[in-house]
Nanobody
Framework: QVQLVESGGGLVQAGGSMRLSCAASGRTFTNYVMTWFRQAPGKEREFVGA????????SYADSVKGRFTISRDNAKNTVYLQMNSLKPEDTAVYYC????????????WGQGTQVTVSS
């Protein structure tokens, strides 16, 4: 069992930066690909990026590539989403999720944290 708790959201001006954290409980944190999603009001949830168990493999949505960076600290059971050059269209609730490797099974989800980017 893994519990995920996001933090670090809030209000930021366009062009600013913010770092989200996702703290995981449980001893099997390294078993999962950690993924960030976001959902804006009235829109479907969308993939933001993911990081493999060792941190050596990352992938990003085109909309955030070059601006967002995912990292993880397995010793702290935490995954991070560093967001730079934020745009108003990045406004959304951001969720972290734990995916079982080699599957599309997102076994665990956090409760989400709101990010609002003002223009």
């Amino acid at each position: 069992q893994v519990q995920l708790v996001e933090s670090g959201g809030g209000l930021v001006q366009a062009g600013g930066s913010m770092r989200l954290s996702c703290a995981a409980s449980g001893r099997t944190f390294t078993n999962y690909v950690m993924t960030w999603f976001r959902q804006a009001p009235g829109k479907e949830r969308e993939f933001v990026g993911a990081i493999g168990w060792s941190g050596g493999s990352t992938s990003y949505a085109d909309s955030v590539k070059g601006r967002f960076t995912i990292s993880r600290d397995n010793a702290k059971n935490t995954v991070y989403l560093q967001m730079n050059s934020l745009k108003p269209e990045d406004t959304a609730v951001y969720y972290c999720a734990a995916r079982v490797p080699a599957t599309m099974n997102y076994a665990y989800w956090g409760q989400g944290t709101q990010v609002t980017v003002s223009s």
